[in-house]
């Protein structure tokens, strides 16, 4: 397992490292130290193979709703492919869904 060293900051979304298992899956490790109030609805990953999945990416929930870590594992992934993730936990504001995502992070599958 090749591990790249990557975090994703977000004033409250940290996601730990994450670990390429082989040019076809990659293990996403996040966890949330607190959002304050309100909390938490849901969390997960946003990815692309296009530049910024915060517009436009594929959305991977993942269940639970409490701070602490959580990790999804993308299996079935394109060879010699730079993908781009983010981090994210949904809160409800006023009755209003809203996003917090922690930074972008990139990497490229080998062939």
């Known amino acids: 397992m090749v591990s790249v060293m990557i975090y994703f900051y977000n004033k409250a979304i940290l ?4 670990g390429i298992m082989n040019m076809w ?4 490790n996040g ?7 309100p909390s938490v609805k849901s969390r997960g990953f ?3 193979t296009s530049g910024d999945p ?8 993942l ?7 959580f990790s ?3 299996l079935g992934l394109k060879s010699n492919t730079t993908y781009h993730v983010r981090a994210f936990v949904t809160v409800k504001v006023r009755g209003k869904t809203e996003y917090m995502y922690g930074d972008m992070c990139t990497f490229t599958t080998s062939n």
């Open 25 to 28: 899956e990659v293990q996403l």
């Open 46 to 48: 946003k990815y692309s």
């Open 63 to 69: 269940s639970g709703s409490a701070s602490g870590e």
């Open 15 to 18: 996601t730990n490292p994450y």
């Open 31 to 37: 966890r949330i130290n607190s959002v304050g109030n």
């Open 54 to 61: 915060e517009s436009g990416g594929i959305t991977v929930s």
């Open 72 to 74: 999804k594992y993308l």
